[in-house]
């Protein structure tokens, strides 16, 4: 094969890629225009879409933060027996289907029932088809992602810097918020867009844990799912270009951070 | 020139000797391309050993094993008598001076200068902090980030922190071989003084003998993770030299 085919096989096939994601995420731009969307994304039901959205996946992502950085930091810098086991516990929900990682929430409440009666797993507790509900459906997925972006930065940072920090008389706790966290901070900040990002579109494990049910746990992903199953076809398409102009512009942040790390 | 280790002056003979500043006995550890094997050898305190050898030898090791930043396979380090093989780093009261200089990116030059010297303590130490930046001529770097300097600069950066850290032991890793021959004298000149007032015991790797001859008390050879000679007499450290210079060690 000579070189000028080789080249234009490659070039091929990355136009028709670039092709392929180009058309299909222009389809729902160009549906119904960009005043027709404005004008639905204006509308109070799609107001508190957006709004349930930000909040819950913007807690999601602090929760997941709060255990995650710990978590990925003692993975990344402890010899732990069973290490391999921990890894693949650790990032199966992110491979799961969306709906098992929903699935296996309901059945965790079951479980606690099960085994502590109705009283433990009712009231506050009971997060089921509620608002709280869908913070923990993408907290799911949300942690063990955090986890394992996370473990990529902390991995970056020299071993030899933390331990020169600790002979210049810092302690272990000091050692990682004066070094440790600040030297892994761009990688950190990315690393929560993408958590961040990727919690906003969750779909599978809300719909079973916390339900659709319009006014109350419609986020958008829901929404949009709602929409289409009523043939609102223009709410649905104006949703989900907003979701893609979020998905470009935690993307472009990334980038921005050099979330090498994070994207590859 | 040579320095008489002031406790040799000041002992009061009745008193039993001071244990060694640092003791590595028998000390051993093997990372493929660098090792240490069955090292002892003893730094009193107040002295200034030089360590020389050709690349590879096995210097570096022997100070990250006793700085804590390496564990040895087997052996153990003694600090003024104490053994610290499995002490963590910070209770180890060593200021390390690597190569590389490891100072921290995400701060600035005063910020890494000042980084071992707790806040409650910055007042009592703004004497000597300015002391350092005149001694090491790096007063007009310390609004800089330490991507903007240079390696010569980063490693009088790095000496200085190492000098305001609340240790009196120094270990110094080939910190002034980017300096000039003119800096590296100031330099020399300045940590004579700084060892004299604050009572520092010293070991510097270099692989400049003349700096080792002019600063060092006792100078140490190794080659091939082993100790060559703890102790190079002054009058055949010129043989000493030309034999290394000569290639039979490397």
Known sequence: ?264 | MTHTAPHLVLRDSNKAPDPPAIEWRGVSLDLGEFAVRDISLRLERFEWLGICGPTGAGKTLLLEVAAGFRAPTSGVVLRDGRNITKSVAERRRIAYVPQDGLLFPHLDVRQNLLFAVLRNRRKTMTNLYEQVLLGLGIAHLTHRNIQSISGGEAQRVALGRALLADADVLFLDESTSALDEETKQGVGTFLQQWRKEHRLTIVQVSHDIAELNRLADRIASMNAGRLVDANVRRAARSDFVSILHSGVLT
């Open chain 1, 1 to 264: 094969m000579t070189n000028l085919v080789f080249r234009g096989s490659l070039l091929l096939a990355l136009s028709v890629l670039v092709l392929f994601v180009a058309l299909f995420l222009a389809s729902s731009l160009v549906y119904s225009g960009p005043g027709r969307a404005f004008e639905i994304l204006a509308r109070s039901e799609a107001r508190h879409a957006i709004l349930l959205s930000l909040t819950t996946s913007s807690i999601a992502t602090a929760l997941a933060l709060v255990l995650g950085v710990p978590a990925a930091y003692a993975l990344t810098r402890w010899n732990i027996r069973g290490r391999a086991v921990l890894d693949i516990l650790l990032d199966l929900p992110i491979v799961l289907p969306p709906l098992v990682a929903g699935f296996s929430l309901l059945l965790l409440y079951a479980l606690i029932e099960r085994t502590f009666g109705n009283g433990f797993s009712q009231g506050p507790l009971d997060l089921r088809f509620t608002r709280q509900g869908i913070v923990l459906a993408q907290f799911t997925i949300a942690a063990p992602l955090a986890v394992r972006v996370l473990r990529a930065t902390f991995a970056e940072v020299p071993v030899r810097m933390e331990t020169m920090s600790r002979s210049l008389g810092h302690g272990e706790a000091a050692t990682f918020a004066k070094i440790s966290l600040p030297m892994a901070r761009s990688g950190i900040l990315a690393g929560t867009i993408l958590v961040w990002a990727r919690s906003i579109a969750e779909f599978g494990p809300i719909l079973v844990f916390a339900g659709a049910v319009r006014g109350k746990t419609d986020v958008l992903p829901i929404a949009i799912f709602l929409s289409f199953s009523n043939g609102e076809i223009e709410n649905g398409v104006a949703l989900s270009v907003l979701l893609i102009f979020l998905g470009a512009l935690a993307l472009a942040g990334i980038r921005r951070l050099g979330g090498r790390l994070v994207l590859g």
